[in-house]
Protein backbone atom coordinates (compact mmCIF):
# COMPACT_ATOMS: atom_id res chain seq x y z
CA UNK A 1 0.00 0.00 0.00
CA UNK A 2 1.21 3.34 -1.09
CA UNK A 3 2.45 6.01 1.78
CA UNK A 4 0.90 9.29 1.80
CA UNK A 5 2.85 11.94 1.32
CA UNK A 6 4.61 13.31 4.09
CA UNK A 7 4.69 17.19 3.83
CA UNK A 8 8.18 18.70 4.80
CA UNK A 9 8.38 20.43 7.91
CA UNK A 10 7.76 24.14 8.38
CA UNK A 11 10.90 26.83 9.01
CA UNK A 12 10.74 27.72 12.44
CA UNK A 13 8.90 31.22 12.69
CA UNK A 14 11.89 34.09 13.30
CA UNK A 15 12.08 37.70 14.46
CA UNK A 16 11.01 40.19 12.50
CA UNK A 17 12.21 43.49 14.48
CA UNK A 18 10.76 46.98 13.92
CA UNK A 19 12.38 50.22 14.74
CA UNK A 20 11.46 51.97 17.71
CA UNK A 21 9.21 55.20 15.81
CA UNK A 22 12.14 58.04 16.60
CA UNK A 23 15.44 57.55 16.49
CA UNK A 24 16.77 60.97 17.62
CA UNK A 25 20.79 59.60 17.39
CA UNK A 26 20.82 57.14 14.44
CA UNK A 27 24.95 56.74 15.21
CA UNK A 28 24.23 55.71 19.01
CA UNK A 29 21.01 53.50 18.54
CA UNK A 30 23.07 51.66 15.33
CA UNK A 31 25.30 50.35 18.49
CA UNK A 32 22.33 49.44 20.41
CA UNK A 33 20.74 47.37 17.70
CA UNK A 34 24.26 45.56 17.08
CA UNK A 35 24.03 44.36 19.98
CA UNK A 36 20.23 43.10 20.04
CA UNK A 37 21.26 41.33 16.44
CA UNK A 38 23.91 39.87 17.47
CA UNK A 39 22.19 38.21 20.86
CA UNK A 40 19.60 36.06 18.71
CA UNK A 41 18.04 35.31 15.15
CA UNK A 42 16.46 37.93 13.67
CA UNK A 43 15.43 38.04 9.85
CA UNK A 44 14.30 41.44 8.86
CA UNK A 45 14.75 44.69 10.44
CA UNK A 46 12.00 47.23 9.62
CA UNK A 47 12.60 50.92 9.34
CA UNK A 48 9.69 52.44 10.80
CA UNK A 49 9.95 56.28 12.06
CA UNK A 50 6.94 58.86 12.29
CA UNK A 51 6.59 62.71 11.56
CA UNK A 52 10.02 63.21 11.00
CA UNK A 53 11.53 64.41 7.28
CA UNK A 54 12.70 62.84 4.65
CA UNK A 55 16.50 63.37 5.77
CA UNK A 56 15.99 61.84 9.12
CA UNK A 57 14.68 58.57 7.20
CA UNK A 58 17.58 58.38 4.62
CA UNK A 59 20.38 59.87 7.72
CA UNK A 60 18.37 56.33 9.60
CA UNK A 61 18.91 54.03 6.77
CA UNK A 62 22.60 54.96 6.29
CA UNK A 63 23.02 54.11 10.10
CA UNK A 64 21.13 51.48 10.67
CA UNK A 65 21.36 49.12 7.22
CA UNK A 66 25.15 48.55 7.26
CA UNK A 67 24.83 47.15 10.86
CA UNK A 68 21.80 44.74 9.78
CA UNK A 69 23.54 43.85 6.37
CA UNK A 70 26.62 42.75 8.17
CA UNK A 71 24.51 40.09 10.16
CA UNK A 72 22.39 38.64 7.48
CA UNK A 73 19.42 40.74 8.23
CA UNK A 74 17.19 42.17 5.33
CA UNK A 75 16.70 45.94 5.61
CA UNK A 76 12.98 47.26 4.67
CA UNK A 77 11.42 51.02 4.86
CA UNK A 78 8.03 51.31 6.15
CA UNK A 79 5.39 53.13 4.31
CA UNK A 80 7.93 54.62 1.54
CA UNK A 81 8.60 52.83 -1.60
CA UNK A 82 10.58 56.02 -3.01
CA UNK A 83 12.68 56.42 -0.16
CA UNK A 84 13.65 52.84 -0.34
CA UNK A 85 14.66 52.51 -2.99
CA UNK A 86 16.75 55.71 -3.24
CA UNK A 87 18.29 54.66 0.04
CA UNK A 88 18.80 51.47 -1.72
CA UNK A 89 16.86 49.40 1.30
CA UNK A 90 16.02 45.63 0.61
CA UNK A 91 12.47 46.22 0.00
CA UNK A 92 9.47 48.47 1.85
CA UNK A 93 6.49 47.56 3.67
CA UNK A 94 3.62 49.15 3.15
CA UNK A 95 -0.09 49.79 4.65
CA UNK A 96 -3.46 49.77 3.17
CA UNK A 97 -3.09 53.60 3.25
CA UNK A 98 0.27 53.96 1.85
CA UNK A 99 1.36 52.89 -1.52
CA UNK A 100 -0.62 50.66 -3.15
CA UNK A 101 1.38 47.04 -4.02
CA UNK A 102 1.50 47.72 -7.54
CA UNK A 103 2.93 51.08 -7.14
CA UNK A 104 5.63 49.61 -4.45
CA UNK A 105 6.78 46.89 -7.11
CA UNK A 106 6.87 49.49 -9.59
CA UNK A 107 9.17 51.58 -8.47
CA UNK A 108 11.26 49.14 -5.42
CA UNK A 109 11.80 46.73 -9.22
CA UNK A 110 11.61 42.93 -9.32
CA UNK A 111 13.83 41.97 -6.66
CA UNK A 112 12.74 43.88 -3.94
CA UNK A 113 10.94 42.52 -1.03
CA UNK A 114 7.58 44.15 -0.62
CA UNK A 115 4.95 43.58 2.03
CA UNK A 116 1.56 44.42 2.96
CA UNK A 117 -0.32 44.66 5.98
CA UNK A 118 -3.88 42.66 5.68
CA UNK A 119 -5.38 43.64 9.18
CA UNK A 120 -7.42 40.64 10.13
CA UNK A 121 -8.80 40.16 6.40
CA UNK A 122 -7.58 37.38 4.05
CA UNK A 123 -9.53 38.76 1.44
CA UNK A 124 -6.81 41.59 1.18
CA UNK A 125 -4.27 38.75 1.93
CA UNK A 126 -5.01 36.75 -0.90
CA UNK A 127 -5.38 40.03 -3.09
CA UNK A 128 -1.71 40.91 -1.95
CA UNK A 129 -0.20 37.24 -2.15
CA UNK A 130 -1.87 36.60 -6.05
CA UNK A 131 -0.06 40.12 -6.86
CA UNK A 132 3.29 38.90 -6.06
CA UNK A 133 3.55 40.08 -2.53
CA UNK A 134 6.83 38.65 -0.74
CA UNK A 135 4.80 38.71 2.27
CA UNK A 136 1.50 39.35 4.22
CA UNK A 137 1.23 40.99 7.60
CA UNK A 138 -1.83 40.24 9.95
CA UNK A 139 -2.80 42.05 13.16
CA UNK A 140 -2.60 43.40 16.01
CA UNK A 141 -2.97 39.96 17.57
CA UNK A 142 -2.61 42.01 21.28
CA UNK A 143 -2.91 44.97 22.61
CA UNK A 144 -0.48 47.42 21.76
CA UNK A 145 1.00 50.92 22.89
CA UNK A 146 3.11 51.37 19.48
CA UNK A 147 0.59 52.53 16.84
CA UNK A 148 -3.71 53.01 17.30
CA UNK A 149 -5.47 49.28 16.23
CA UNK A 150 -8.60 49.15 15.48
CA UNK A 151 -8.05 44.97 14.09
CA UNK A 152 -7.76 42.25 16.45
CA UNK A 153 -7.98 39.00 14.26
CA UNK A 154 -8.00 35.43 15.86
CA UNK A 155 -4.55 33.46 15.31
CA UNK A 156 -6.92 31.04 13.32
CA UNK A 157 -6.17 33.41 10.68
CA UNK A 158 -2.93 32.51 10.40
CA UNK A 159 -3.35 28.82 10.74
CA UNK A 160 -5.60 28.69 7.69
CA UNK A 161 -3.65 30.89 5.36
CA UNK A 162 -0.42 28.52 6.25
CA UNK A 163 -2.73 25.88 5.13
CA UNK A 164 -4.10 27.69 1.81
CA UNK A 165 -1.40 29.87 0.86
CA UNK A 166 2.59 29.47 -0.11
CA UNK A 167 3.13 32.92 0.46
CA UNK A 168 4.40 34.01 3.96
CA UNK A 169 2.84 35.75 7.16
CA UNK A 170 3.71 38.34 9.47
CA UNK A 171 2.11 37.89 13.12
CA UNK A 172 2.51 41.56 14.62
CA UNK A 173 1.10 43.72 17.54
CA UNK A 174 1.84 43.30 21.13
CA UNK A 175 3.63 40.09 20.77
CA UNK A 176 5.79 39.35 24.09
CA UNK A 177 8.44 36.17 24.79
CA UNK A 178 4.99 34.81 26.39
CA UNK A 179 2.72 34.84 23.58
CA UNK A 180 4.74 34.79 20.20
CA UNK A 181 4.87 30.90 20.66
CA UNK A 182 1.00 30.74 20.12
CA UNK A 183 1.38 32.71 17.09
CA UNK A 184 4.23 30.54 15.80
CA UNK A 185 2.36 27.06 16.24
CA UNK A 186 -0.61 28.82 14.98
CA UNK A 187 1.10 29.46 11.53
CA UNK A 188 3.36 32.91 11.61
CA UNK A 189 6.32 32.29 9.67
CA UNK A 190 7.78 35.43 12.03
CA UNK A 191 6.48 37.53 14.35
CA UNK A 192 7.21 41.65 14.50
CA UNK A 193 8.13 42.66 17.56
CA UNK A 194 9.24 46.90 18.17
CA UNK A 195 8.29 48.19 21.97
CA UNK A 196 8.66 44.14 23.43
CA UNK A 197 12.59 44.54 22.44
CA UNK A 198 13.36 48.53 22.75
CA UNK A 199 11.20 49.12 25.89
CA UNK A 200 12.02 45.66 27.69
CA UNK A 201 13.50 46.49 31.42
CA UNK A 202 16.28 43.94 31.21
CA UNK A 203 17.07 45.41 27.62
CA UNK A 204 16.96 44.94 23.85
CA UNK A 205 19.48 42.15 23.68
CA UNK A 206 18.03 39.87 26.61
CA UNK A 207 14.92 40.91 25.18
CA UNK A 208 15.74 38.98 21.94
CA UNK A 209 17.54 36.13 23.33
CA UNK A 210 14.26 35.54 25.01
CA UNK A 211 12.28 35.78 21.90
CA UNK A 212 14.90 33.36 20.34
CA UNK A 213 14.46 30.88 23.16
CA UNK A 214 10.46 31.20 22.88
CA UNK A 215 10.40 30.56 19.01
CA UNK A 216 12.32 27.93 19.59
CA UNK A 217 10.62 26.02 21.77
CA UNK A 218 7.56 26.54 20.44
CA UNK A 219 6.76 23.29 19.29
Known sequence: MAREPVAPPRPPCR???ITPPAIPDPAAFAVTLAEALDAGDVAALQIRLKDVD???ILAAVAALAPVARARG???ILNDRPDLAARAGC????????DASYAEARRIMGPQAMIGVTCHDSRELA?????AGADYVAFGAFFPTDTKATTHRPDPEILSIWQETVE???VAIGGITPANAPE???????????????????????????????????AF
Open 15 to 17: LYL
Open 54 to 56: DAA
Open 73 to 75: VAV
Open 90 to 97: DGVHVGQS
Open 126 to 130: MDAAE
Open 167 to 169: TPC
Open 183 to 217: LARAGADFVAVSSAVWNAPEGPAAAVRAFDAALAG
